[in-house]
């Protein structure tokens, strides 16, 4: 049977894939480390759950509209208003089914054969399949490691061609964890303004930022910004619900409209008792976000100190999300592999830990840790990883 062409040039995602192996070798009785997953340790908090249970013995188990819950949209609107200070309409916000179909879905609407899409390099790993799945051609932009892995507006200005459509802005990113500054996203912004760009902008880690830093949406900044971007978010990081599958996009209502046409033909509608728990994750209390966002920063302020102790490596200590991204290029070279992409399947097969090789994310240098699991099981993955490094060495 022939697949059609367009997911036969799909490159498998790295990240389900490791965690995939490190469950067959779990069950399999080894006793694996996973730093690989993308989602917070933490159960979905009890009022969120309670809310969605009395959805169901209420009988809210039927189709809700395509977009969502009007409820919702009204519980998203609210809290944009209160975050970043934005208004929007009900019509100019669909809720999605998680913040990942919410970017399929846009640019399923947005792209034509042959647009093109500006990504920054590190990428999250799905932004470039779901591109080409569009019928776009990624056009990558490297963000390097001197800059905090973040592209420059020149950057983006020479990038740009007659067929640019859109610039992918993810600030706190996946995978690198670093945050965009309001001077940054202003110069990016003004580049998009002059061009008539796109700007889609992931903000699904604006929950979890650290040491003082500040979530900038490029939407805040100014009127004629916020009518450029495409503001994708949800609440899987935010409020540890990743199951749920609740997403959302805001922005222009002829995009918007146009996104939830489509979704009618594809998913009907998201889950309707997780938009009622969605409801009450935006409209009950937050201290549950503070305390896991405080949470994370603890184990990032420990197990940093003691990654960059390891033989071989550096790392950026991270401004948000829950990802550290070291450089082990020199680490893979005094443990004999040939690339990094051979460093992590050593790291998982003889030192039983899980990462996640940078090759997947553009920067095949490096790795990805997720710090998303306790403080004990981290550090003693840093010392598996330690160990290992210094026996290769002798």
């Given amino acids: 049977m022939q697949l059609a062409k ?14 995939a192996k490190a469950k067959e070798m779990k069950e399999a009785g080894h006793d694996v480390i996973g730093l690989g997953a993308g ?54 916000i669909i809720v999605t089914n998680g913040a990942k179909h919410g970017l399929y879905t846009l640019f399923q609407v947005i792209l034509d054969q042959g647009d093109e899409v500006i990504i920054p390099i590190p ?27 973040k592209i420059t507006a020149e950057q983006l200005r020479n990038a740009v061609t007659s067929n640019t ?38 903000e699904i880690y604006e929950k979890l930022i650290y040491s003082g830093n500040r979530h ?32 959302y996009a805001a922005g222009d209502r002829v995009i918007i409209n146009a996104m939830t046409d489509l979704a009618s033909h594809s998913t ?15 409209t009950g209390s937050q201290q549950p976000v503070e305390e896991m966002r405080q949470a994370f920063e603890e184990r990032l302020d420990i197990i940093f100190e003691k990654l960059t102790e390891i033989p071989g490596l550096s790392c950026i200590k991270p401004q948000g999300a829950f990802y550290l991204f070291p450089n082990v290029k020199e680490a893979s070279a005094l443990t004999g592999c040939k690339n990094v992409d051979e ?52």
């Fill in 343 to 394: 460093f992590a399947e050593l790291l998982l097969t003889e030192a039983r830990v899980a990462v996640i090789p940078g090759s997947g994310f553009g920067a095949p240098d490096y790795i990805r840790l997720s710090y998303a699991t306790s403080l004990e099981q981290l550090e003693t993955a840093i010392e598996r990883i330690k160990q290992f490094v210094m026996s290769k060495m002798k």
């Fill in 216 to 247: 900038v949406s490029v939407a805040e900044i100014s009127p004629e910004l916020k009518r450029q971007t495409i503001l994708i978010n949800g609440v899987s990081k935010s409020h540890s619900m990743t199951g749920w599958r609740i997403g």
């Fill in 39 to 92: 989602e917070p340790d933490f159960n979905t908090p009890q009022h969120i759950i309670d809310a969605a249970v009395s959805s169901m013995n209420e009988g809210h188990t039927k189709y809700t509209p395509s977009g969502g819950l009007p409820a919702l949209k009204k519980a998203i609107a609210s809290k944009l208003k209160e975050d970043q200070g934005l208004d929007y309409a009900l019509n100019e």
């Fill in 165 to 202: 459509r859109a610039v992918i802005i993810n600030s706190p990113s996946n995978p690198t964890g670093m945050v965009y500054s309001r001077e940054e996203l202003e110069a990016l912004g003004q580049v998009c303004l002059e061009h008539g760009i796109l700007i889609i902008s992931d």
């Fill in 123 to 149: 990428y999250w790993v799905s932004y470039p399949e779901q591109v080409k799945l569009a019928g776009g051609v990624p056009v990558y932009v490297e963000g390097s490691e001197t800059n905090g892995f």
């Fill in 268 to 282: 009907s509608n998201p889950t309707t008792t997780a938009q009622y728990g969605t409801i009450a994750a935006y």
């Fill in 6 to 19: 367009r997911v036969r040039s799909l490159t498998p995602s790295s990240t389900l894939a490791i965690t």
